[in-house]
């Protein structure tokens, strides 16, 4: 939709530059295959970045908390779509299996040690392509 500037009506492209930031993705291939399911974070759990690794809690494990490190023997999967669950319940896409890319904010930036993730995880670390195939 074209914007309007009082009466004059830009023709498109010579308007104000509109930047927005890609979402990260955090699958790195596809081809390897991936399993996804959909689950509810809990409340409180606070904002969950795409690569945040989670585990299960709660009577039945039918929510998702953040795991508490690299080592975390519960540690199941990864999160795919940014929440902020920080006062209600929000539903997430978590990756339990497939070619992740280690390059997204949350893990790249967390300084962890992807060999020991991959482990955790029952997969495998390649550093050349900076993938956990798990």
Known sequence: ?????GNVLRPPGFGPTVT???PEELLAST????????????AGVGQLKVG???KKTGSGGKTWVKATGVSDAAAQGFVRNAVDATSEAKLINIVLSGAINCNVQALNGAALNMTTLATTLGGRYIPGLEY???
């Open 52 to 54: 945040d690794i989670v």
């Open 31 to 42: 081809g390897h295959g991936y399993i996804q399911k959909g689950g509810t974070v809990a």
């Open 1 to 5: 939709m074209a914007e309007l500037e």
């Open 20 to 22: 927005f930031d890609h």
């Open 132 to 134: 956990i195939i798990f």
